[in-house]
């Protein structure tokens, strides 16, 4: 194994390579510490060459790679095992934005860019990338197109699959496939970049993507509907989605007991209403025309809902403030039940997307 670490860090170099246990340790614990793993080495590669020879000398020893980004997954997958043989390969160095092509609608970013930098960069240049999860501000564009991401805008933008328009990925041989293009309209053979979104980096290790970009929402509203239960959840999606069409972008059901939860362990959370409801949707709406027209909207479809009583309550944010506070409440869940500990307790059921702004519905209440 001497041999072999010193292979390693001839191509990454000091700054690129972990040995120490205890330094190790973070990156071979998942992020809500329920599985718990060695690993011989972690490589943290700073190019898609250095990448590439990496992989190309784990090939010629064998030894097993675990491909990993911000490291903020639930299900342990970027977690090595008990063994210590395996090496973590953690592409976190890899945070280029290499362009960002606002007349196309592109950005072409390295598989360690942080999800937040990449929003931001979006909208500096007048443009919106839609995905948006909890861990935006640590998880990484490579980890969230390798499970193929929903985040809280999958309704209107899709998963992270429908976001991807080109990869470039290292291949088990060491071998580098460029499909890095932004053509949209691409007809040219099989779609082999959907081969390796999803794959959780079995087939591949995705190091760029090409991402799709979108015209920057001006307008926003948010509320929480509190409802009896899921099935009440459908109607009130089925009555949205039929009067808002696509300025639908998110819809998240939660229950109680992950309200519960967030309450518990975060105190500057509120509950939303007065008294207890056993489910509860977070909707959003947004549109990029500026105004007061998606607020209306959300207002007139809740209202039609609550005269018929397939939902219980429901309040429209009235600013920026409490529309953030609305997110926090769904944001929190995977944190309380890490703060809970091993659990099993459902979490939200997502159909998506966070934004901001909004006004008071009929009886919604001061946060």
Not at 261 to 290: G, I
Request: hydrophobic share 45%.
């Amino acid at each position: 194994m001497g041999s072999f670490i010193e292979e390693i860090r001839a191509i990454v170099g000091p700054a690129g390579l972990i040995t120490s246990p205890i330094e190790i340790a973070p990156y071979a614990t998942d992020w809500r510490k329920r599985y718990l793993g060695k690993a011989a080495a972690v490589v943290r590669p700073a190019s898609t060459a250095e990448v590439a020879e990496v992989v190309r000398v784990c090939a010629g020893s064998r030894t097993v790679i675990v491909p990993q980004g911000g490291n903020t997954g639930l299900c342990g997958a970027a977690t090595p095992d008990a063994s210590g043989t395996q090496i973590v390969l953690n592409l976190s160095r890899m945070n280029r934005i290499r362009e960002v092509d606002a007349r196309n609608s592109t950005m072409t970013a390295e598989a360690g860019c942080v999800l937040a930098n990449l929003q931001r960069a979006a909208e500096e240049a007048g443009r919106f990338f839609p995905l948006s999860l909890a861990a935006e501000g640590s998880c990484e564009i490579g980890g969230n197109l390798s499970t193929n991401a929903g985040g809280t805008a999958v309704l209107r933008y899709g998963n992270a699959r429908e976001l991807a328009l080109g990869l470039e990925v290292v291949l088990p041989s060491g071998e580098v496939w460029e499909g890095l293009r932004g053509l949209r309209k691409d007809n040219t053979g099989y779609d082999l970049k959907q081969l390796f979104i999803g794959a959780e980096g079995t087939l591949g290790v995705i190091t760029a993507a090409v991402l799709k970009l979108f015209p920057l929402p001006k307008s926003h509203a948010t509320a929480v509907v509190a409802l009896q239960s899921p099935e009440k959840a459908v109607v009130l999606l089925e009555r949205v989605l039929e009067a808002c069409g696509e300025r639908l972008t998110g819809f998240e059901l939660l229950s109680d007991s992950c309200l519960s939860l967030v309450l518990k362990h975060f105190r500057d959370t509120a509950a939303p209403f007065p008294r207890r409801f056993p489910h509860y949707v977070l909707m959003e709406l947004s549109d990029t025309q500026s105004g007061g027209g998606v607020r209306a909207l959300a207002e007139s479809v809740l209202e039609a809902s609550l005269e018929e009583k397939s939902v219980l309550d429901a309040a429209v944010a009235q600013n920026e403030t409490q529309a953030q506070a609305f997110w926090k409440l769904r944001e929190f869940i995977s944190e309380a039940q890490a703060h809970e500990g091993p659990n099993t307790r459902a979490l939200p059921i997502s159909f998506r997307r966070r934004t901001r702004n909004s006004h008071a519905l009929m009886r919604a209440r001061a946060w």
